[in-house]
């Protein structure tokens, strides 16, 4: 059996109890060396395989699991925050199909979560925006048409970019293009929920200085919208004058 587990953002206690169960239990772990935390290897029972998919090629981890496999052995595929969310899960989980090994998957926090933990900030504001936008920015990897970062800006939406810190030149002429005006909030959020999480609150039409100021390349989210600084609407849910089904409301 393969079980497909989400370590969470990095910090070793927000990986969920039962990933840490499951980590607990592996003979054999393969983990994404170049996000996941290393400190939630020492869940790791002695004895077991480690082995670091950073190194590795998806054919040699497939390899991996099917030789476990062949032995009666448990797999933990351990993925950075959530395996569905720029997780190359899919292209694994198609494969193990193929090959009739039974797999699962156990989902994780997003590091896009523990930012939005790190901002103190809520995505869905009542009259500022009730939709998140989580795409990235084109580089080596194509995105398919219509999703160009200029036409996701266009929404106006609360926006998360994963895999675009490197770019941030490119980011910024992005969002413009798109209509953003430049005084939109901004913020990178880096190495969200690790000891040395940082904090970089900026505007669309700083993004590029304020990153390269503070020397952000990688391992960092970009978060762009008016969630992160306006006026907004209180929740009707809690108006003493609004009823739900759990109580009458007031005049």
């Known amino acids: 059996m393969v079980h497909f587990v989400g370590a ?11 990933g840490a169960k499951l980590l607990g239990e592996a003979d054999t772990v393969i983990y994404a060396g170049s996000l996941v935390n290393p400190a939630l290897l020492d869940n790791c029972k002695e004895g077991c395989e ?61 590091s896009l979560f523990a930012a939005a933990a790190a901002l103190g900030a809520e995505f869905t504001l009542p009259g500022v925006s009730q939709s998140l936008i989580v795409t990235r920015m084109k580089g080596r990897t194509a995105v398919p048409e219509g999703e160009a970062l200029r036409d996701m800006a266009r929404h106006g939406a609360s926006t998360a970019l994963f895999l675009s810190a490197g770019m941030l030149d490119a980011v910024q002429e992005e969002l413009l293009t798109g209509g953003l005006p430049a005084d939109t909030p901004a913020a990178l959020v880096c190495r969200a929920s690790w000891p040395d999480e940082r904090v970089i609150r900026c505007t669309v039409g ?24 306006a006026p907004y609407e209180k929740s009707r849910l809690y108006d003493p004058s609004f009823t739900t089904g759990y109580r009458r409301g007031r005049p």
């Open 206 to 229: 700083t993004l590029a200085d304020a990153g390269a100021a503070a020397g952000v390349t990688r391992t960092a989210l970009v978060f762009v919208g008016r969630f992160l600084d």
């Open 8 to 18: 969470g953002p990095g910090a070793p206690d927000l990986i969920t109890l039962r």
């Open 50 to 110: 480690i082995r670091n998919s950073a190194e590795m090629t998806l054919d040699e981890v497939l390899a991996v699991m099917e030789r476990a496999e062949a032995e009666g052995k448990t797999t933990v595929r351990l993925h950075t925050g959530d395996p569905s969310l720029y997780g190359a899960l899919r292209e694994q989980t198609d494969a193990l199909r193929a090959r009739g090994i039974l797999f699962d998957v156990t989902p994780g926090i997003s």
